[in-house]
């Protein structure tokens, strides 16, 4: 298994770590999505959930960091790197249809992602616009939030 870590220390400031992920239904539209922007994605740092990055690597040819499946801990992975602040962009195509037996990952993925205040794209046009907005090949870097007052109003 290739080591996003690695990858991520490899590259250029500039590039932004993105996780690719998508629903069973949603699969072909977000491979065709990168289809559009392999150019772009090409210089940045990618990873997906198992089956998402499969499916990509096939279509594509972009070089796209494995994690585990959705289902069996992917989507935690990601949220774990959001966390620890080594994701910079989230794309995920989810099934406003279809119920998930893991839903409460998906649900925690998008809060952690609301938490860290980092990029996220659940649709074509919104990662359209992400994609092409003028900040993703700069080394923006966008703000942390504090949360120290909410924190310190708990007590
Ligand atoms: O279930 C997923 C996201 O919640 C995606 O997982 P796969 O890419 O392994 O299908």
Redesign the pocket.
């Given at each position: 298994m290739t080591n996003f870590m690695e990858y991520t220390q490899a590259l250029a400031p500039k590039t932004k770590r993105i996780a690719l992920?998508?629903?069973?239904h949603m699969k072909d539209t977000l491979t065709q999505w990168c289809l559009k922007h392999k150019a772009n994605l090409a210089k940045q740092t990618l990873c997906a959930?198992?089956?998402?990055g499969q499916r990509i690597k096939k279509a594509t040819g972009l070089e796209v960091a494995p994690l585990l499946?959705?289902?069996m801990g992917?989507?935690q992975q990601i949220g774990a790197k959001i966390a620890e602040q080594t994701l910079d962009i989230l794309i995920f195509f989810?099934d406003p249809l279809a119920s998930?037996p893991?839903d409460p990952?998906?649900k925690a993925l998008l809060r952690i992602a609301a938490v860290w205040n980092i990029a996220v794209a659940c649709n074509p046009t919104s990662a359209d616009y992400l994609i092409t907005s003028s900040l993703v090949n700069t080394s923006y870097d966008y703000r942390v939030p504090d949360y120290s007052a909410y924190a310190a109003g708990r007590e």
């Open positions: 992920v998508a629903h069973d959930t198992g089956t998402t499946s959705g289902p992917g989507d989810w998930m893991h990952d998906v």
